[in-house]
């Protein structure tokens, strides 16, 4: 016969209880167990929709983990919970338990990441976002991604503003377009702090700019194919791009800068729009290829990686044509493990979102924060796998 356990009274007992049962756990009671273990006074003070949006499961995930340990349900845990974090904060001599738990969640923000972008990196961003909101309850994210030219400048203009009506700050990847220049500094107007990630808009009056110095990022770039190039070898480089991002435009003028300085035997002689779309570029690069010949080396500032990746297969040029890129994810990983990219530029997505969420509260507090410029990470294939 099963002895029924007893119910856990303190949060001591409920985590000892919780570490008990983590073998048999899915990976969505995983969850909620590692948030719960590690912010019991956090999830004592939140709804169950709250925690069940921070954990990424259903709220009858709650009510079954909480059955589980012998409650009745979540309201029950959060009982428990509140329970103990007041006797313990009394016992102490600390500040009233309200007041403390407040102090742990810390001015709670409604943010709103609007990005705009290829596949690969709306979902990097978004889930670096959903990361910063796990780790930092106070801090709630919504994320909205665009792929590159499936919407309008106007199109996302206006949702600029539709996501500034109930937010405390946007985070915004975003082409550079009047509209949403206009969009921007009617925003920021309002008081609604405006950061930009990755690509910066200068001209919109936005908050901060948050990320790599991206005329430096070009320049590595340009040393890199005039490096591994064969010595001496004349010939052309195939710049691949897309819709006019700043971060597009100040990459290439940096790696024009290094190849006329110091490869000249490298010429810039075609620029391919990439579309963001894997199977638009593979295309582009294949009937470019077939036209003009193989190319010594593919530079490409914007997305679909894997496009320019299959068409170097497909044209049997993987491995001899140099391919550097932009953004370390699941399919440029890939791609240099198998030896067709040579050298991914990246950066850290969760160090740019603290940051960026930083300058939103010196903002909102009448501090007028300092762009924050971040260094680049390079890849290669030795690397890559632990990053």
Avoid at 59 to 80: I, T
Avoid at 114 to 138: M, V
Wanted: charged share 25%; aromatic share 6%.
């Amino acid at each position: 016969m099963d002895i029924p356990y007893k119910k856990p009274s303190t949060v001591k007992e409920v985590q000892a209880r919780l570490a008990s049962m983590s073998p048999d756990f899915s990976k969505g009671s995983r969850r909620i167990a590692d948030f719960l273990m590690a912010n019991p006074s956090i999830v004592a003070v939140l709804s169950a929709g709250d925690v069940a949006k921070r954990c990424d499961v259903h709220p009858s995930s709650l009510v079954r983990l909480a059955q589980g340990l012998g409650l009745s349900g979540f309201r029950e845990l959060k009982a428990v919970l509140q329970n103990d974090i007041a006797i313990s904060k009394e016992l102490t001599g600390t500040a009233p338990p309200a007041i403390a738990i407040q102090r742990e969640l810390g001015e709670r923000l409604r943010l709103r990441l609007l990005a705009e972008s290829g596949k690969s990196f709306n979902q990097a961003a978004s889930e670096a976002a959903e990361r910063h909101w796990l780790n930092k309850p106070e801090v709630e994210f919504r994320a909205e991604s665009h792929v590159s030219h499936s919407i309008s400048a106007e199109e996302l203009a206006h949702r600029i503003s539709v996501v500034s009506a109930d937010a405390d700050g946007i985070l915004l990847v975003a082409r550079e377009h009047p509209a949403i220049n206009r969009a921007v500094q009617e925003v920021t107007a309002r008081g609604i702090p405006v950061v930009c990630l990755t690509s910066d808009l200068p001209a919109s009056g936005r908050t901060a700019y948050v990320g790599a110095d991206q005329y430096a990022s070009g320049s590595t770039a340009g040393w890199f194919c005039g490096r591994l190039a064969p010595r001496q070898q004349v010939g052309r480089v195939l710049f691949v791009c897309s819709v006019p991002f700043r971060c597009q435009l100040d990459r290439e003028q940096g790696f024009r800068q290094v190849l006329r300085s110091e490869f000249p035997m490298l010429t810039i002689e075609e620029r391919v729009g990439s579309d963001e779309s894997v199977e638009v570029t593979y295309e582009a690069i294949r009937r470019h290829i077939s036209q003009n010949g193989p190319p010594v080396a593919i530079y490409n500032v914007s997305g679909a990686n894997l496009g320019i990746g299959r068409a170097l297969e497909d044209e049997g040029l993987a491995g001899t044509t140099v391919f550097v890129g932009h953004e370390l994810n699941a399919n440029s990983r890939m791609l240099l493990e198998k030896g067709i990219m040579d050298v991914t530029i990246g950066h850290d997505f969760d160090r740019e979102i603290s940051l960026a969420v930083d300058a939103i509260r010196m903002a909102r507090s009448g501090v007028q924060p300092t762009s924050r410029i971040m260094p680049s990470l390079l890849y290669t294939r030795h690397n890559c796998a632990i990053a």
